[in-house]
């Protein structure tokens, strides 16, 4: 088995454990724990908090440490995290335990790109190919994890579903240990380059948007249109087996970074604007097909793209920087969608509207950070 499909291994088996809950933490937090949607807010504001120290400390970690020994550390520390949060009934402690999940999987996100970024070095299109398969992996996870874990959370509930998602979440331990090791540069400051920073604003941008697939659909679908969060997961389920079936195929095609990106980003915003007029499940299970159209493309080009502007010997710290912009912007997204619905749950033509207004501004702002991009040509066939 070649690295990749191993890291794609890994992916799959964490996509699995964390799909399981993480569409229904600030579900959860709303309705079983009884926090209004404002403390909520805040709780994905203090992610985002969280997410810039660990990025960074992940960054150097895995420069320092080496990738996989940075991969070993958050899976065990984050998996213990969500099995003590549920043994313990108190809102405050199992928020904050969630939260330092948040922080080790953080650090797992830079080593898992790092390393990456070590096996496919200066070759842009084998960078999309190969995010492109690691996306394959995670999407295997994300396809019955949520529907898996709605069913739970329905049966079981919230505690038990934290319980079984940390005990799956520690089985790509395993696989980890046939990974070979990269290290960076031990020292702890390091630069970014302009190209990297100006990318990093619409990435922030439109991670905003993607962040939606999860609290902020299955809070309105839920509320407003009253599906059931079953009927919410096999929406999930759709979107990950689609990635399953056709991010491959499709990945193969993006080498058009300039083209494909911009147009990903307003198949997004016309996708979660068309969510203010759905009625029914049958019109939802097509709009979450575009949303996912619009993730295929998006998802593993800026990945690629971000990836292809860092040096080797800094890669996990610079990696670190992009993780922090995509973590705030997936962490404010869901934020500003809790704040929005205090205000317009019910007009979800506005709601919908400025939350859209992301995935156009963002198609605006990468077709110009890219007009000069000349990424490195494929010498893998």
């Given at each position: 088995m070649d690295n990749i499909n191993k890291i794609a291994l890994i992916g799959a088996?964490?996509?699995?454990?964390g799909s399981l809950i993480w569409p229904f933490i600030g579900y959860a937090l709303y309705t079983v724990y009884k926090l209004p949607l404002t403390v909520v807010s805040l709780f994905y504001l203090l992610q985002g908090v969280i997410g810039l120290g660990a990025y960074y400390v992940g960054g150097i970690l895995?420069?320092?440490?080496?990738r996989r020994k940075g991969m070993y550390l958050a899976i065990t520390m984050a998996s213990i995290s969500i099995m003590m949060a549920s043994q313990i009934a108190s809102a405050i402690l199992v928020s904050t335990l969630i939260l330092a999940q948040t922080f080790f999987?953080?650090?797992?996100?830079?080593?898992?790109?790092?390393?990456?970024?070590?096996?496919?070095?200066?070759?842009?299109?084998?960078?999309?190919?190969?995010?492109?398969?690691?996306?394959?992996?995670?999407?295997?996870?994300?396809?019955?994890?949520?529907?898996?874990?709605?069913?739970?959370?329905?049966t079981l509930g919230f505690n038990k579903l934290l319980l079984i998602a940390g005990f799956i979440a520690l089985i790509p331990i395993y696989f980890v240990r046939l990974l070979p090791e990269f290290r960076g540069g031990v020292e702890v400051s390091f630069t970014v380059s302009k190209k990297l920073l100006k990318f990093l604003i619409p990435s922030a941008l439109i991670f905003m948007l993607m962040s939606q697939l999860g609290f902020g659909l299955i809070t309105f679908y839920t509320t407003v249109t009253h599906f059931t969060?079953?009927?919410?997961?096999?929406?999930?389920?759709?979107?990950?087996?689609?990635?399953?079936v056709l991010q491959d195929y499709i990945g193969k095609m993006l080498?058009?970074?300039?083209?494909?990106?911009?147009?990903?980003c307003i198949i997004y915003g016309v996708s979660y604007f068309a969510v203010a007029f759905i009625t029914n499940f049958s019109e939802a299970a097509?709009?979450?097909i575009f949303i996912t159209l619009a993730e295929i493309i998006v998802s593993p080009l800026v990945q690629a793209v971000a990836t292809s502007f860092t040096e080797k010997r800094q890669r996990g710290k610079q990696i670190g920087v992009f993780g922090i912009f995509t973590s705030l912007g997936?962490?404010?997204?869901?934020?500003?969608?809790?704040?929005?619905?205090t205000f317009?749950?019910?007009?979800?033509?506005v709601l919908w509207g400025l939350l859209s207004s992301l995935g156009f501004l963002s198609a605006i702002l990468f077709f110009l950070a890219l007009r000069t991009f000349k990424p490195a040509q494929s010498q893998v066939r």
């Open positions: 088996f964490r996509a699995l454990g895995t420069d320092t440490l080496g999987n953080d650090i797992y996100f830079v080593a898992s790109t790092s390393i990456v970024g070590d096996i496919f070095e200066d070759d842009l299109d084998s960078l999309i190919r190969a995010f492109s398969r690691q996306r394959v992996g995670i999407n295997a996870g994300w396809a019955i994890g949520p529907l898996v874990g709605g069913y739970i959370f329905q969060v079953v009927q919410v997961s096999f929406l999930f389920m759709i979107n990950g087996m689609m990635i399953v080498s058009n970074v300039r083209k494909f990106l911009p147009l990903g097509v709009d979450i997936r962490v404010f997204g869901s934020s500003l969608a809790s704040y929005l619905m317009f749950l019910y007009s979800p033509i």
